[in-house]
């Protein structure tokens, strides 16, 4: 069965300390690692997609990889407005193509 | 480029009675997605449509749950009746070029 799990559950930071957030994935045959960020109330907001091993992408603060078994999410000098729900996703090959979705890390930036 | 519009934003019901929600995808998006997300949980598809074919429905509880999209466009997922357990974030999603999916803001469901 496809799997997604996000790691830790939820993560305090004080601005401009920088960490990751871990994905790992467990699916037969990537086709796609997804991740999005989620502010209460709203629905998931497209950040990258990851499509290979080795890739990389950035924007602004964060910056996504992706290796064979597992995805980080870099956030460098994050600010308070960082903070919010950071979503996992991965869609395989095979045509179902639904987003399997992982539980989320919740990240609080504090001033 | 308007994103994903859903409504109702919010709505609240007894148990029993039934339920729809509208969604409006982004023009032009063929591939569009209902899911379900529970709180503290990711997102877990419902059903998926190709146009105005229904492509994966096996997840949607069909005792229940119905969808629709008619002409290809907007969509509406119906629940009749509801039950307490149907209480969650209904979210509507369409697929860019590249298997991205966008999502609208969702519809808080609240069954009492």
């Known amino acids: 069965e496809d799997q997604v799990t996000q790691s830790p559950e939820a993560l305090r930071l004080q601005e401009g300390e920088s960490s990751s957030l871990n994905c790992s994935y467990t699916?037969?045959?990537?086709?796609?690692l997804f991740w999005y960020r989620q502010d209460p109330g709203k629905g998931p907001e497209f950040l990258f997609t990851l499509y290979s091993a080795g890739e990389e992408k950035e924007k602004e603060r964060l910056k996504a990889t992706l290796t064979k078994k597992e995805s980080f999410l870099h956030i460098t000098a994050p600010k308070p407005e960082d903070s919010a729900t950071y979503l996992c996703?991965?869609?395989?090959?095979?045509?179902?193509?639904?987003?399997?979705f992982g539980k989320g890390t919740k990240l609080t930036v504090n001033p | 480029e308007a994103g994903v519009v859903q409504s109702p934003r919010y709505k609240i019901i007894e148990k029993k009675q039934p339920v729809a929600f509208w969604c409006n995808p982004i023009?032009?998006?063929?591939?569009l997605y209902w899911y379900r997300q529970n709180l503290g949980q990711g997102p877990e598809l419902l059903i998926r449509?190709?146009?105005?074919?229904?492509?994966?429905d096996s997840q949607l509880p069909k005792d229940r749950f119905s969808a629709e999209r008619l002409k290809g466009v907007d969509s509406t997922l119906k629940i009749q009746p509801a039950e307490l357990g149907d209480s969650a974030v209904y979210l509507c999603?369409?697929?860019?070029?590249?298997?991205?999916?966008?999502f609208g803001p969702g519809t808080r469901l609240t069954v009492t």
């Open positions: 699916v037969s045959g990537l086709r796609g």
């Open positions: 999603a369409t697929r860019g070029a590249g298997y991205e999916q966008y």
């Open positions: 449509y190709e146009n105005e074919e229904a492509v994966d």
């Open positions: 023009s032009g998006h063929n591939t």
């Open positions: 996703a991965a869609t395989t090959q095979g045509g179902s193509e639904k987003l399997v």
